[in-house]
């Protein structure tokens, strides 16, 4: 093992910051599993919970003290207004609000009781479950309560559908393409969901269902949009046309895609709708209860089931590796042996997580390139991702330990291999960004694509740089190109899969450093001015999941402890460290409340597809503050004005 200068901090550094450095360390050390890995929760809105009510329902299979527990959940996150947010603090939201309603009426909820009312009035004021978005249409569609004509045509045909045609599943995201094969299965079969008890939601409706002619709008405004509207229009008239024995053809050909994908307990592409919608696509093909799939299929929903305190509420996937991967991170900053060791036996257990053999759905784009990624959870061989490779990477690599080195080049080698040609890298795919797909009407939620992004692309760069590539490789060139060329006006970066600007900005002035980009370029103080700017006055940084809407930006109701070690790192890795802003930044996480090495941050701090699926790590507010004081120590005592790693 080799340990750096930065971990030999000479002992008159403040004391306080000491204590609260080791406590951090001790607390995430404690919530370390036997095996070296770490496992926090994930949790997102309430449709997820909802929707895991639903299913029982049209399974009638129906666990009534799970329910009980769920449905506890439910009421606790409800806005006291009576809708359902996407996102802690944030406004009603009409979709997750109607499968929020629905679920708690299939639970015997009183439909006159006072949270029960505010939540219908607020569904009817806001246009009525019509509004809803596509995704809550299907689910009402399979409820019997809305016409399967209020949801886009998608006919199973398109499995069939040649590499040149505009509109294929691999040209969906990956997360899409999970999601929607075993939907068309349900589309083309309108199974109507057991529904033990009969209930119904039509007073969610202004109208009856049955006569609403606008469901679908085109909320774009772009010609596009039209066109694709009109096109349904067609498909709608034509479908039943289609030949019988090309549809047979068709749903097989879906269900070989996903059986193939099922991935034993850990689910299909190991996200809850996707898993859901492959069981219930079996169930309504005759699937008995005690096949092998189902088993499984039904083993891996219950496994993103968290109870804590006599309420449950189901995560929309587990993150071990990516939880993992970060805390070795905090750990190695922190520097003393016991955090090193666990650092270690955490890389120590990634090793055997890493997809040496699987060539999943990304070598449509590469197909000679080697495997050699990580996926975000337990299990996921279909998809790794660059991001969760390239952190795992970067921890590995930081400890100097010549055992990963395999590891390392095997992740190396698939990272150079995904980069797309526009320079960036997106999470999953190369070149997943045929942008004319968001406007057909199933795109309504505009997450249909995993285009490049500055973040992921950030990650990427820290570590090939990390390993020893400079801006004269090619790749790293062009990636470089692709940063400077995203940087928005006012000098920050958008963050796609953190919240918001400060987690783009942070992971790319982290990238710029390791790059030796110099450090008063005009671009990079472009980027510190702006993020010395959203500073707020208690000395700490925060941004609401309402920054992705167009004219809320710059939103901000708190201060958390984790953008602010976000901010913080973003300011020490371009040369910050002797700033007065980040001194305020880090007595506000040393002054934040904490116990045992986590921060109390209930806000939403990072995002599935902004504007529509946002998340709460609950491990982010365990490794990123720890991580930023113990780097602030760190660059004090030896004199650095910047780290010397990736991240």
């Keep these: 093992m080799t340990m750096t200068a930065q971990n030999t901090a000479p002992a008159n550094i403040n004391k306080a910051l000491d204590a609260l450095i080791k406590s951090s360390a001790d607390g995430l050390n404690a919530r370390q599993k036997e095996d070296g890995h770490w496992l926090f929760e994930l949790e997102a809105d309430a449709t997820i919970p909802a929707e895991y ?34 996102f802690y603090k944030g406004d009603m939201d009409i979709s997750a609000t109607i499968k929020g309603y629905y679920a708690l009426k299939l639970a015997g909820e009183d439909i006159q009781a006072p949270h029960m009312k505010k939540a219908r009035d607020l569904v009817l004021a806001a246009g009525g479950a019509e509004r809803a978005n596509v995704f809550t249409r299907y689910a009402l569609c399979l409820f019997g309560q809305a016409p399967w004509k209020s949801v886009p045509v998608m006919p199973t045909e398109l499995m069939l559908m040649p590499d040149w045609f505009p509109v294929t599943i691999y040209k969906m995201s990956y997360w899409s393409r999970t999601v929607v094969t075993p939907l068309l299965v349900l589309a083309a079969k309108k199974p109507v969901a057991r529904n033990p008890n ?26 596009l949009g039209s066109f694709f509207i009109g096109l349904d229009k067609v498909l709608r008239k034509t479908e039943r046309f289609f030949p019988k024995r090309t549809r047979e053809k068709s749903i097989q050909s879906a269900v070989d895609f996903f059986t193939a994908r099922m991935n034993g307990e850990d689910g299909l592409g190991a996200i809850f709708p996707a898993m859901a919608n492959a069981v219930m696509a079996l169930d309504c093909l005759g699937y008995d209860k005690d096949h092998p799939l189902m088993i499984e299929g039904k083993a891996a929903l219950k496994k993103l089931l968290t109870d804590d305190n006599g309420e449950i509420y189901c995560q929309p996937c587990l993150s071990p590796v990516w939880d993992t991967s970060l805390a070795a991170h905090a750990m190695l900053e922190a520097g003393d042996e016991t955090s090193v060791k666990a650092a270690q036996e955490g890389c120590d257990w990634l090793i055997d997580r890493q997809i040496l053999e699987v060539k999943g759905d990304w070598i449509k784009k590469a197909p000679n390139l080697r495997p050699g990624g990580w996926a975000f959870q337990y299990w996921n061989d279909y998809y790794p991702d660059v991001d969760d490779t390239a952190v795992v990477g970067m921890a590995m690599h930081r400890t100097g330990d010549p055992k990963y080195k395999e590891s390392i080049d095997r992740a190396e080698e698939w990272v150079l291999g995904m980069q797309s040609s526009n320079g960036g890298w997106g999470a999953f795919d190369i070149d997943n960004n045929k942008d004319y797909l968001n406007y057909v009407p199933f795109a309504d939620h505009g997450a249909l694509l995993d285009p490049p992004t500055e973040d992921v692309t950030a990650r990427c760069l820290s570590f090939l740089a990390q390993l020893g590539h400079d801006t004269q490789h090619p790749v790293v060139a062009k990636g470089l ?34 790059l030796e980009e110099p450090h008063d370029a005009p671009y990079i103080r472009k980027a510190v001015d702006w993020m010395l700017s959203r500073q707020n006055s208690d000395g700490g940084w925060g941004e609401d999941g309402a920054t992705y809407f167009e004219g809320r930006e710059k939103e901000c109701k708190e201060s958390t402890p984790s953008q602010t070690a976000w901010a913080v790192l973003g300011l020490m890795a371009v040369g910050e460290i002797d700033n007065p802003a980040v001194q305020r930044g880090i007595e506000f996480i040393m002054s934040a409340k904490n116990e045992a090495g986590k921060w109390e941050e209930p806000w939403f701090t990072a995002v599935g597809f902004p504007r529509i699926f946002y998340l709460r790590y609950h491990g982010y507010s365990s490794f990123f503050p720890l991580w930023a004081l113990a780097r602030f120590k760190n660059l004090k005592a030896s004199n650095s004005q910047a780290p010397a790693f990736g991240m």
């Design 481 to 514: 190109k692709y940063l400077k060329d995203t940087q928005q006006e006012d000098g920050s970066w958008f963050g796609r899969w953190g919240t918001n600007y400060i987690y783009g900005t942070w992971s790319v002035l982290c990238a710029l450093n390791m």
């Design 198 to 223: 009969n209930v119904s939601v039509r007073e969610l409706f202004k109208q009856d269902p049955d006569t609403v002619t606008d469901y679908h709008q085109n909320i774009s405004g772009k010609w």
């Design 53 to 86: 009510i639903m299913f029982m329902h049209y399974m009638n299979e129906i666990d009534e003290e799970l329910q009980a527990k769920i449905c506890v959940y439910l009421r606790r996150i409800q806005n006291p207004d009576g809708g359902w947010p996407l």
